[in-house]
């Protein structure tokens, strides 16, 4: 049966299923990079996680704040931790 691209190209069911094989290879053809899995970096370089504890009150108060600034509790933590170290010395 086979399907019609947006660009006009014409895929037939034998054409989507090579496709598809080299996809869950890790492959994508027509390109010289690997299918990296997983969510995309945020950052230049490698994350790691911190955690601590917390009271209640304080959680919520800290993703108000974040939800204020339309930001994710953890996006609004790191720019509290990125500026105090921009203005310690």
Same mark, same amino acid.
Do not use: C
């Given at each position: 049966? *086979?399907?019609?691209?947006?660009? /006009?190209?014409? %895929? ?7 496709? #598809? @094989? ?15 899995? *997983?969510?995309?970096?945020?950052? /230049?370089?490698? %994350? ?7 009271? #209640? @009150? ?32």
């Amino acid at each position: 049966m *086979g399907v019609k691209t947006e660009n /006009g190209i014409d %895929l037939t069911d034998e054409m989507m299923e090579q496709i #598809a @094989r080299a996809f869950e290879r890790g492959e994508w053809p027509g390109t010289e990079s690997r299918i990296v899995r *997983g969510r995309p970096r945020l950052f /230049g370089e490698r %994350l790691q996680s911190v955690t601590f504890k917390a009271p #209640a @009150r304080k959680v919520a108060a800290l993703d108000q704040k974040a939800a204020n600034l339309d930001m994710s509790r953890s996006d609004y933590l790191r720019h509290l931790v990125d500026s105090d170290l921009a203005t310690t010395t």
